[in-house]
């Protein structure tokens, strides 16, 4: 359980942790791979959201797995990336949230994870929380918190 005082001032910053769907590089689940290869390649990203028509969310594409769909017997072979689609290499089992955040949630969940996917009551994709936004309010807390709090030490007790 996080310190009462350390969460509120976490849970502060929360609306800082967004970046909006609107500017977060997603692709396709029909898409063929070379074009996701394409966009991964042009965002400088290592993984994206792959969401459907409809903008719900449903999986994760990885530069390793678009790699890993061209290696063949004779070495790199990157015309099969446009025999096949992303929702035939995507990983579906990852990790959403939704708002209002649950900030320890969150932080458990970033020690595995470089971004988070935020979702409404519909799965539609609403954006991601990335390590670096939670870091960079966490550094604000542990800079700032003797300007919100009094600072006491405990006594020790002896049993």
């Given at each position: ?30 898409n ?64 959403t ?20 996917i ?42």
């Amino acid at each position: 359980m996080i310190t009462k005082q350390l969460e509120q001032m976490l849970n502060e910053k929360q609306e800082s942790f967004l970046i909006p769907a609107e500017i977060v590089a997603n692709v396709q689940e029909d898409n063929h791979l070379d074009h996701a290869f394409l966009v991964l390649t042009k965002v400088k990203y290592s993984s994206i959201p792959v969401l459907d028509k409809d903008q719900h969310f449903k999986g994760i594409l990885t530069l390793p797995m678009l790699t890993e769909t061209m290696l063949g017997l004779n070495g790199i072979d990157p015309t099969r990336l446009s025999r096949k689609r992303v929702s035939e290499v995507m990983q579906k089992d990852f990790p959403t949230i939704k708002l209002p955040y649950d900030v320890e949630e969150i932080l458990h969940l970033m020690v595995n994870h470089p971004f988070l996917i935020v979702v409404n009551n519909d799965d539609i994709f609403t954006g991601i929380v990335t390590r670096r936004e939670v870091l960079k309010s966490v550094n604000y807390m542990v800079h700032d918190f003797d300007k919100h709090y009094t600072i006491t030490e405990k006594e020790s007790s002896s049993i």
